[in-house]
């Protein structure tokens, strides 16, 4: 192989290499049309009239007066940006103020808000686990949990899903002093709930420590929304972590760790998406206190939210779900996106779900459920899925 030139101290590619180093992204992006899986941003119309059965926005909430007023007082008072990191500038009184009321609120000993949720995932993990952990994940764990796995640098081991004896077994036979367990409450693809009660026995058992994620969980399960982990009776164990978004039923943005006392303190020293990211901007941490405040006062909404998934179902044909997630899968990721064209065509925003987000074959409409779902946008949503569910069925192929 010919040495590379150099010129001036910098390397020359020789001849034989492609001059273009953008080509193969044409390769890629042909790969994906052939297969049904471009994907495209839509840009959503501020005044949309269409229904929305898409978004994570599950109290209803996100244009909500109190919400809104909310955001515009934490600006008022704190400005635009939080203006640095939460260990430097960036933390205020209400971020305080928001880590305090939500940790009470699942009943946790404390709260810490992180720029995301993504953040927050990344944060607790590579801060709990590192070389001589053993991490055991759900084979359904979010991706900003299989994210935090490869960058922990622990031994990562993926449990079949919701597969209790798998992960006891992993725990058990396991080298390392201290282990991890990951895991959704509430599925955020099928929706569907981790047997947390079983999961925290065997961690415990086993001298492990059980994050949870409850994304899709607060607002929407547990007594007046207040998650999973707090339906399962497990809220403010030591042992058990639980991590949130403030972008979900807390309509704003940001997300949060709820711990024990000694795992907030190591985070703070230890979790890098804490300390070298800029701390929630005040608009998402005023936003998401009257969010909680409101889901305070109402804590019907919670039901709310279920009992209009339950309605969606009905209408989809497939079973009621445990969550605000609906999920109707459809097969091929080409009969997916067609029929959620024709739901947008129509008037019914949707989520469409092909691989890689979901295995290859079940790719699906997505329905998310809001607690203030009217009865007459139900009854749109049963004429225009109705139909649209009735085509795709007819043109799925036996095998999907
Ligand atoms: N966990 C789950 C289960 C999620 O669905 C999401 C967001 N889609 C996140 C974490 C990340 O939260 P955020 O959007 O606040 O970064």
Known sequence: MPRPARLNGVQVSSSAVSTDPLSWLDERAAERVDAG????????????????????????????PEVIEGAIAAVRRWGAGSTGSRLVTGTTAEH???????????????????????????????????????????????????????????????????DVAAVERLLAERTE????????????ADGDLAPLAELHRVTRANGAILIVDEAHGLGVRGEGGRGLVHEAGLAGESDL???????????????????DARIRAHLIDAART??????????????????????????????????????????????????????????????????AQACREHGLDVGCFRPPSVPEGTSRLRLTARANLTPAELDTIAEVLGEVLENARGKEPVSA
């Open 96 to 162: 305080a103020l928001l880590e305090a009321e939500l940790a009470e609120f699942v009943g946790a000993e404390t709260g810490l808000v992180f720029a995301s949720g993504y953040a927050a995932n990344l944060g607790a993990v590579t801060a709990l686990a590192g070389r001589g952990t053993l991490v055991v994940s759900d084979a359904g764990s979010h991706a900003s949990l299989v994210d935090a796995c490869r960058l922990s640098r622990a031994r990562v081991e993926i449990a079949p899903h919701r």
């Open 241 to 259: 972590v639980v991590t949130a978004t403030l972008s979900k039923a807390f309509a704003a943005q940001g997300g949060a760790v709820l711990a």
């Open 177 to 188: 002093e201290r282990a991890l367990v990951l895991t959704d409450s509430v599925f955020s």
């Open 274 to 339: 804490f300390i070298f990211d800029t701390g929630l901007a005040p608009a998402a941490v005023g936003a998401a206190r009257a969010a909680l405040g409101l889901l305070r006062r109402d804590p019907a909404m919670a039901a709310r939210v279920l009992a209009r998934a339950a309605d969606i179902a009905r209408i989809a044909g497939v079973p009621e779900p445990d969550s605000a997630v609906v999920s109707v899968v459809l097969g091929e990721a080409q009969l997916a996106f067609d029929a």
């Open 37 to 64: 899986l471009r994907r495209h941003l839509r840009v959503r119309a501020a005044e949309s009239p269409a229904i929305d059965l898409a978004s994570n926005d599950y109290l209803g909430l996100v244009r909500h």
